[in-house]
């Protein structure tokens, strides 16, 4: 079981920035790829960014490249999502998630995953 806490959400005006953190409470989270996705109301849910467990490698969706940065930090059990240059359209509940020594793609493309945090909301203004 592995159990992760979203923070960092909140509101911004367009062109602002956001530091969104996944914190695990367990040992462990380097077995796991990591990643973030979100929700918008009325919209599918979507693999926003993953991280690998095996050699760091990310995916970025098309909508966030050039703007957000995964990274990970296993030695305090926290992946970040760095999101710059924010837009209106990226609204959203944020997930975190986790899936047991997946690729970046695997997990953000197939929505593979094991676990889930409990969201952080993103608010953008225009």
């Known amino acids: 079981q592995l159990n992760l806490v979203e923070s960092g959400g909140g509101l911004v005006q367009s062109g602002g920035s956001l530091r969104l953190s996944c914190a695990a409470s367990?040992?462990?989270?380097?077995?796991?790829?990591i990643g973030w996705f979100r929700q918008a109301p009325g919209k599918e849910r979507e693999g926003v960014s993953c991280?690998?467990?095996?050699?760091?490698?990310?995916f970025y969706a098309d909508s966030v490249k050039g703007r957000f940065t995964i990274s990970r930090d296993d030695a305090k059990n926290t992946v970040y999502l760095q999101m710059n240059s924010l837009k209106p359209e990226d609204t959203a509940v944020y997930y975190c998630a986790a899936d047991f020594w997946a690729t970046a793609q695997a997990m953000c493309v197939m929505n593979e995953t094991d676990y889930w945090g409990q969201g952080t909301q993103v608010t953008v203004s225009s």
């Open positions: 367990e040992f462990g989270m380097h077995y796991y790829a």
């Open positions: 991280i690998s467990s095996r050699d760091g490698t990310t």
